[in-house]
């Protein structure tokens, strides 16, 4: 279930929010740019899957994130990272090989030939 959760970007956007610090609920609305009903409905989706809780401050109510669901998640893809982890490590050899310079006319030069 976490995954359909997580595969709502809106919700991932609200997770990134929370890394930060708890925040109410207008905060988030007012970073997401969305109304308070469709901020609330997310919110509400990632309360119910465990990712966030809610605590009462006076009369607003401050989110956090719940880090446990993404450890278990991380833990369940730890033996698949090699498959990209691999990927990763050519392509940054690859960047890292110097390649020789373009012997071919710069393209500034002027050619004197046309007008």
Do not use: C, N
């Amino acid at each position: 279930m976490t995954f359909d959760v997580l595969a709502e970007p809106v919700r991932r956007r609200i997770l990134d929010l929370l890394r930060e610090r708890p925040r109410p609920v207008g905060e988030l609305t007012e970073a997401l740019g969305l109304s308070q009903p469709g901020t609330s409905k997310h919110l509400r989706v990632l309360r119910e899957a465990g990712l966030v809780r809610v605590r009462a401050e006076a009369q607003r109510r401050f989110y956090e994130l719940d880090p446990a669901p993404l450890a278990e998640i991380d833990a369940w893809l730890a033996p698949y990272r090699w498959m990209w982890a691999d990927r990763l490590d050519l392509l940054e050899r690859h960047l890292d090989t110097p390649r020789p310079l373009d012997t071919a006319r710069p393209l500034d030069a002027v050619d004197e030939e046309t007008p």
